[in-house]
């Protein structure tokens, strides 16, 4: 069994190394279930493929959850692809939820929600749900931070969302009052049903029909956003001295890919979570040509080829990013908050709204 479960786990990695796939993107198990019998579980429907063909062995046909059963001669192995329910969503209902890379409170966090924001469920473990996010990421999140929900619930609220959040933190509170209970916190980037205007607060509905107040100073109205290079640098200051935190998205804690991410999403732009993946994105800046780089194009750092840090440019050789904390910091040696260390590692740099002001 030792030996079939080898071959399984080398022919997933092969598949998930040929397809450019890695454990963001793809999950799998491969466990002995029973005395003669190996179950695999997959969330890529090629990596599943790319198996059966490499095995080449018969099937025992399809199992009531959708597993293929295969017989190897001796043994039999279960292939469990994990999909999501067509009709349903996690939605996020704290205001920050935490995404780990194992069911453990102890594990890594790759990755953060906000309130509001969905994912899909693949596999329930005890209180943790392995999800695919919108990008395509997986991760587990314990179910104390969602709810599943049909997708048209959450359709219908984003379609009554008319604010959002735009202080970094705020507070929905249990009454339209200074100093009224709270019902939850909330961060920046938040979409919020909310009704008219009174003595200076808002009710809002929050996601599965939670009602408070808010002040109205914490809101912003929701309308087409068109990026442009002053409104990501003004969206980036707003962070300054948010401190570090590894996997941090959010308002609270960042980490550098994080911070990138929130800051362009605020301003309309999609980008991948992590730095590795942010480097492809948009047209490649010369070291050369740096000094042509514009506010807003994105400066990459690392060793060798390994990217490890992200920045934004914000003009004259300066630069935000989380270091610590979310800060200013220079290329120039003649500036007083030059970096050398990333001076010294800088690899690449990205502009991702072409010429655009």
């Known amino acids: ?44 429907e090629e990596v599943k493929r790319d198996l059966l063909a490499d095995l080449g062995a018969v099937s025992r046909g399809e199992g009531p959850d959708g597993a293929i059963e295969i017989d190897t001669g001796g043994a039999a192995i279960r292939i469990r692809l994990l999909r999501p329910k067509p009709d349903s969503l996690l939605w996020v209902t704290t205001s920050v939820a935490d995404v780990r890379r194992e069911p453990v409170h102890t594990a890594e966090l790759v990755n953060q ?64 009052r200074i100093g009224a209970i709270p019902i939850s916190d909330i961060v920046a980037g938040c979409r919020l049903a909310a009704g008219e205007r009174s003595d200076g607060f808002r009710e809002v509905v929050l996601p599965v029909d939670k009602k408070g107040f808010i002040n109205n100073n914490e809101l912003e109205a929701l309308h087409p956003v068109v990026p442009s290079r002053s409104c990501l640098v003004r969206t980036a200051h707003r962070f300054i001295g948010v401190p570090y935190q590894w996997g941090g998205t959010s308002a609270k804690a960042f980490d550098c890919s994080g911070l990138v991410k929130r800051v362009f999403q605020l301003e309309g732009v999609e980008l991948p979570r992590d730095s590795d993946l942010q480097a492809r994105e948009g047209s490649p800046i010369p070291l050369g040509e740096l000094a042509g780089a514009l506010p807003g194009d994105l400066l990459f750092f690392g060793e060798g080829e390994t990217i490890k840090h992200v920045a934004i440019l914000i003009g004259n050789g300066r630069f935000i990013h989380a270091y610590g904390w979310v800060r200013i910091n220079s290329l120039r040696e003649d500036d007083p908050l030059y970096e050398q260390k990333l001076a010294s590692s800088l690899l690449t740099a990205r502009s991702l709204l072409g010429g655009a002001r």
């Open 1 to 44: 069994m030792n030996r079939l479960v080898d071959t399984v786990c080398t022919s997933i990695s092969r598949a998930e190394k040929t397809r450019v796939l890695d454990w963001r993107f793809s999950y799998s198990s491969v466990r002995v279930e029973e005395p003669h019998l190996v179950l695999v579980e997959l969330s890529r």
């Open 113 to 176: 929600l906000i309130m509001g924001e969905t994912a899909e469920e693949l596999k329930r473990e005890g209180d943790w749900i392995l999800a695919r996010l919108p990008d395509g990421y997986h991760g587990w999140i314990c179910s104390w931070y969602v709810s599943a929900v049909a997708r048209a619930t959450v359709e219908e609220y984003e379609a009554r969302a008319n604010v959002r959040v735009g202080s970094n933190i705020g507070y929905v509170l249990s009454e339209p």
